[in-house]
């Protein structure tokens, strides 16, 4: 069965980390190629797994944030992986097929192919928003794609951790996937390991150290960073409609998601009417908050701390914060925090430089399109990027113009969701694609391989050089290269 390894308080954290790498690669040693039926079994394993705890992982989910609806877990965490193995068993056979490719005249009498192979232990460094499906997704991927896995699990969602623990220690060997407890200290030593891929989901300031970490072994990193998603409306765009597609979207989690519209961009003469629609959707969705099972709380009270400390920061420096607390009710003694709309902002102020991950929303005005276009492009390369207009040529407009990982358009946060899509980040808001094929390629080595058969052709145009067929040979080639 899989094997658990709690290191919290042990002075060799790296030995036996390694040790417990070192057992997973021999197994795959010995199975470096793994077939179809062995792809299949894991997937479906991880399949019946999952069905057998999701209602204790929604439980543990629920303890660790101390409050989160059980039908925002089953949406974002549970059903999503769930689709996610059934597309990958779907399409997995025509994925593994070797790929024939085109032969060029110099090797000629020779066959050319890809061979997609899997590379070997994937190390997951899991986060705590989702702890769940950004454990369980990239598994799905390293699984189609042949591979064994190390989890690290969350320190910030120790329950979590633990029903992950038990479920994958039930269903799988500990030569197929080892999960790792622990906190920074562990995590920091997880990510030294000489995996043959990592994958990690967090900070962009956490992500440099970890690609750090991984220069040392020359290891290859998926890196699931986040930043500051931007949400652009369209003068043209309904404003009820913009503020109501978007407060589904932030209120999800609390806006404790990587793809959280961080920031809205309107028309300067909307910003007031953006933010009476937003509220009023808002307390639609969540006439309570204090009580309400189905608002979640803030992770940690240090995570809460620095929400608040980024809302003073922004009132110092001249912001207008509105609090929407349609029940007026306090919070003292909870992790709750209402949501926050933030006007009048300035870029001195935190709330405009650092990833909010919470529920606080600035609301900035914008004179043009070409504005709001140029307020994007001036900062760095978000994870997703939400631009609301019926009009489809303004929409394309949109995606040749900006650069971000993925694109709603009238819409947010679903594109997730596709596995169809590849997902992943652009420059300071990660790297590296997974989801679907994506996923499968992303954790594979796609081999290139020449076959040559008994025609020696090389032996006609060797050295010494200048002969007549290698003369023949080049001329025909530059006649054929004439012309582009």
């Not at 192919?113 to 799905?140: A, M, R, T």
């Not at 908050?289 to 992770?299: E, G």
Request: proline letters at 5%; aromatic letters at 10%.
């Amino acid at each position: 069965m899989t094997s658990t390894v709690t290191l919290e308080n042990s002075h060799s954290i790296y030995d036996q980390l390694s040790a417990s790498l070192s057992q997973i690669r021999s197994a795959y040693s010995k199975d470096p190629d793994t077939s179809y039926d062995t792809r299949i079994s894991r997937l479906k394993r991880l399949h019946t797994a999952l069905l057998e705890y999701k209602d204790r992982l929604i439980t543990a989910v629920n303890q660790d944030f101390s409050n989160r609806a059980s039908a925002e877990t089953m949406m974002a965490e549970i059903l999503p992986v769930l689709e996610g193995i059934r597309y990958n068993k779907k399409h997995l056979r025509k994925w593994m097929r070797q790929s024939t490719r085109h032969t060029p005249m110099m090797l000629l009498g020779a066959k050319t192919k890809v061979h997609y192979q899997p590379l070997g232990v994937i190390g997951i460094v899991v986060p705590w928003n989702f702890p769940i499906f950004l454990g369980l997704s990239p598994l799905v991927g390293a699984f189609a794609a042949g591979n064994r896995a190390m989890i690290k699990t969350s320190e910030f969602a120790p329950q979590t951790g633990l029903v992950l623990e038990e479920m994958l220690n039930k269903h799988f060997a500990a030569e197929e996937v080892m999960v790792v407890n622990g906190g920074v200290e562990v995590a920091s030593e997880f990510t030294r390991l000489a995996f043959d891929h990592i994958v990690f989901t967090g900070s962009t300031q956490v992500g440099r150290i970890v690609m750090r970490a991984a220069a040392e072994n020359l290891t290859p990193v998926t890196l699931e960073l986040g930043g500051k998603s931007p949400a652009i409306i369209h003068d043209s765009f309904p404003i009820e409609e913009a503020a109501k597609r978007i407060a589904f979207g932030k209120g999800l989690n609390a806006g404790q998601v990587c793809v959280s519209p961080d920031y809205i961009l309107v028309p300067k003469n909307k910003v007031a009417a953006f933010a009476r629609a937003f509220t009023e959707q808002f307390s639609t969705h969540y006439p309570t908050l204090r009580d309400n099972p189905d608002y979640t709380a803030i992770i940690t009270e240090r995570q809460r701390d620095r929400l608040l400390d980024n809302l003073n920061d922004a009132r110092e420096k001249g912001a207008t914060v509105e609090v929407i607390n349609p029940a007026n009710e306090n919070f003292d003694g909870t992790r709750k925090l209402p949501m926050h709309l933030v006007t009048e902002t300035t870029s001195d102020m935190r709330v405009m430089q650092e990833e909010i991950f919470g529920p606080i929303l600035p609301i900035i005005g914008y004179d043009s399109l070409e504005d709001a276009i140029h307020y994007v492009n001036d900062r760095d390369r978000p994870l997703a990027l939400y631009y609301f207009d019926w009009d489809n040529r303004r929409g394309e407009k949109i995606l040749r113009q900006t650069h971000s990982g993925g694109v709603c358009i009238n819409e947010v946060m679903t594109h997730t969701m596709v596995d169809d899509m590849p997902f992943g980040g652009v420059g300071p808001s990660g790297m590296g694609h997974y989801h679907g094929k994506e996923g499968f390629l992303n954790f594979s080595k796609a081999k290139g391989v020449v076959i040559k058969g008994k025609l020696d052709a090389n032996s006609l145009i060797g050295a010494p050089w200048n002969n007549k067929y290698f003369n023949f040979f080049v001329n025909f080639q530059l006649r054929r290269f004439k012309k582009f």
